[in-house]
């Protein structure tokens, strides 16, 4: 048994095999629960904060649809100009003042480590949903989750996490959900986007194997997943640098049908150029998919944090 109650979400190492088994078998429940109903009731009364100081679509909307489909509310904000940072509140005291509302928080912030510094303040439990170029741990659980859902199981899956893997959080709490798993990575970056020294040699001590490339082609072939992303423009410091290395990575429909026509393409969205549009059509583009499944993630996160469900 594991026990999630009144746990902050911080980290995608904070997790071990067991709970991500149980995360998704939960996760699975409301997806088949949601078939013959639009909503549950497992957090009736419950009221969720979404603090989204940096730009968000799906975490921000998928945390509250999640909160919604089970029953409960939200309070929030999707960008700080709106709030009383514009006036020079600290991060400290807004999470303090919302901790005296709130029953669950789940934040974005361009602040490496602002999420646990958040969590050490709040009594409700903080969800963290990515500081800056840190971690991004519920969309780790839902990629893992989408890797399940769509080849059956996760061992034996060779994994190509490809784009921006510098500054891309979602694979750095990517790797720390796989390493639990008979996996293969592949990391395919330009070399000034190479996945950081800090994990990569994480890995190393751990013993898990891994590939590093500059060939989208040659990794492609051998493709389960391929997991496409942003070279992320807002954490660049020179303009020019962003636009020599923006477009490094275009994967198209012929790519696909020429080199791997099974591979499952997954994205944690948005995509820029990095993925042709008419990839979509594709059977193994499972991208929206995956935002849906992000859902489903989160609703097992909070019931679980709730001790809704053990
Ligand atoms: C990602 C993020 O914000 O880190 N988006 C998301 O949460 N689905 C990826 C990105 O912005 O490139």
Same mark, same amino acid.
């Given at each position: 048994m594991i026990n999630l109650q009144g746990?902050?979400?911080?980290?995608?190492?904070?997790?071990s095999r067991e709970e991500l088994e149980r995360i998704m078998d939960v996760a699975d429940m409301f997806r088949n629960q949601l078939e013959t109903r639009?909503?549950?009731?497992?957090?009736?009364g419950y009221i969720l904060a979404a603090l989204f100081f940096e730009p968000s679509t799906r975490t921000r909307l998928s945390f509250e649809t999640a909160m919604h489909r089970l029953g409960g509310s939200v309070v929030g904000f999707s960008?700080? !100009?709106?709030?009383s940072v514009t006036k020079g509140e600290t991060l400290e005291d807004t999470i303090r003042t919302v901790d005296q509302y709130v029953d669950f928080i789940a934040m974005r912030h361009p602040a490496l480590g602002s999420a646990s510094r958040a969590a050490e303040i709040a009594k409700a439990p903080v969800l963290n949903g990515g500081d800056g170029a840190g971690q991004h741990p519920t969309q780790a659980l839902l990629d893992l989750y989408t890797v399940r859902s769509e080849?059956?199981?996760?061992?034996g899956t060779t994994l190509v996490l490809c784009g921006d893997l510098k500054n891309g959080r979602t694979v750095h709490s990517g790797v720390e959900v796989y390493k639990h798993y008979q996996v293969r990575l592949v990391f395919v970056a330009p070399e000034q986007l190479r996945m950081p020294a800090v994990i990569t040699a994480r890995l190393k001590s751990l013993g898990i194997q891994f590939e590093e490339t500059d060939d989208l082609t040659n990794a492609l072939k051998k493709a389960d997943v391929l997991y496409m992303t942003r070279i992320?423009? !807002?954490?660049?410091?020179k303009a020019e640098d962003y636009e020599r290395l923006k477009d490094s990575y275009i994967l198209t429909r012929q790519m696909v049908e020429n080199l791997n026509p099974k591979v499952v393409t997954l994205h944690?969205?948005?995509?820029?150029? !990095?993925?042709?549009?008419?990839?979509?059509?594709?059977?193994? &583009? &499972?991208y929206f998919r995956q935002a849906r499944n992000g859902v489903y993630i989160r609703m097992a996160l909070l019931a679980l944090i709730a001790g809704k469900i053990q």
């Open positions: 746990k902050d979400i911080l980290h995608g190492a904070q997790f639009p909503s549950l009731d497992y957090l009736h960008s700080a !100009e709106s709030t080849r059956g199981q996760i061992d992320q423009k !807002e954490r660049f410091t944690p969205l948005p995509r820029v150029n !990095e993925i042709a549009t008419d990839v979509d059509t594709l059977p193994g &583009a &499972a």
